[in-house]
């Protein structure tokens, strides 16, 4: 993705392809599945309550934590297949009730929201596809329909009820996140009433049953700030599975510019030029939106490149 004024922006984490083929037709595949498992070159990582094993590299690069899968703990484990890479090298992810202890010194437990701008663009799509999977298999244990234990089928991406035959898939919840500019060209920044004091980002809100994104930008706009948009225009996605989510990227222009935050959800909102932005960073007045959230990348967007960094404190 690139710049609507020019290509200095970042690309939006977790949304770039690492390569992984997931292979989906060979889920239900047993002997495929045990073949992978068994061959010399599959790498296997542990996935425990949304967190891996990564570790630094002396080139300076930050790893996932891989073994072969003769070394791979295999005891009360539940086994993922998440697919093969170019080389044709299987992976596969097992979650565990904790991460195993003696994997060398280097080794770090590290969540998708830490690791995630530092693994290579293969890692973070390995352990975004694990923990979104990891995370709905931990809430998701009973059958919806008649109540009884489910057990997990097709390599990690179904649960079966065994009482009613009910097949349950992991569930993804579409969340937009928006940022809404005016006839003036500024960009309106709200703040949440638990966020750190002086940060600023776009709004954001998750669809509801029976709506379309763009109807949700538009509402959910309304509720926070009491702007009304319209021309809401699609930019990008990403996987945000914390627990659950995918983030729907949009720009949004405004039909009104008089900002009423909501107070409940959203504390302040304002409109704010590239000039006041840049000022109210520099300032240390506005922290600078960061981080591997689309959001950021949103700003950048609107702004023409990266934003200046807060200062130091
Ligand atoms: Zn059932």
Redesign the pocket.
Known sequence: MSSIRDGAVQPITLASTGGIDRRAGYRMDEAWLAAAWSHPSTRVFVVSDGQALVEDTPDGRTELVMMPSFDAPLTEAHRYFLGVDQEGVRYFALQKDSLPGRMGDAARPSGLRGAAGLLSDRDAELLVHAVALENWQRMHRF??????R?VIAAAGHIRR??????EHYPRTDPAVIMLVTDDRDRALLGRQVHWPKGRFSTLAGFVEPGESIEQTVIRETAEEVGIRVGGVRYVASQPWPFPSSLMLGFMARAETTDVRADGDEIEQARWFSREDLRAAIESGEVLSPSGISIAARLVEMWYGGPLPRSPRP
């Open positions: 059958c919806s329909r008649c109540g009884e489910s009820c065994p009482a009613c035959g009910a």
